[in-house]
């Protein structure tokens, strides 16, 4: 597991989490980041990601909020899994029924979200996976999905919404 440069290095609670699943573009990532840094909440990556963290796209995108990022970057996202704790993920698709809006996001909850081109693997969200956890943010069928960047800060508003601007993880 590599821990970034703006996190702590512990793995202390935080208020959001947002879980990017094998990211593909790396002005995408670094515009989340730099969301996860006006929340409050940690980014993680799961590998393969389709750039190099050094990447100059991430840097720009993230212009000097990279620094104040807490980040991690996990083989596998059962990693994410083993650490936060099944019961506080929350799965977004396309194919899910649940509007996001109908949750009750708690501190220390994870946002999750699959690769821009294809979405979370059918294992994360088929027949087997938590039903429950899985949510969708409503679009016209016209629109096949929104940008990454802007489904996170969406997915990320509405729980920090809920979680109220003073609330200290734990």
């Not at 799961?46 to 807490?70: C, K, M, S, T």
């Not at 194919?95 to 946002?111: I, N």
């Amino acid at each position: 597991m590599s821990v970034g440069t703006g996190s702590t290095g512990e793995s202390a609670p935080t208020r959001l989490n947002v879980v990017l699943v094998e990211p593909e573009i790396a002005a995408n990532t670094g515009a989340i980041g730099r969301t996860c840094v006006a929340a409050g909440a940690m980014l993680w990556l799961v590998r393969p990601l389709g750039f190099h963290l050094d990447d100059g796209q991430r840097r720009r995108a993230g212009l000097d909020y990279w620094e104040h990022l807490r980040w991690r970057v996990v083989d596998r996202l059962e990693d994410v899994v083993d650490e936060l704790g099944v019961d506080r993920l929350w799965s977004f698709s396309t194919k899910a029924h649940r509007p996001y809006t109908e949750v009750d996001y708690r501190v220390g909850d994870a946002l999750i979200f699959g690769p821009e081109s294809r979405g979370l693997p059918d294992r994360w969200i088929g027949p087997e996976a938590e039903a429950d956890r899985l949510v969708r943010i409503p679009i016209r069928a016209e629109a096949r999905s929104l940008n990454l960047a802007n489904a996170v800060a969406i997915g990320v508003f509405e729980a920090l919404r809920q979680i109220g601007p003073g609330a200290a993880p734990g």
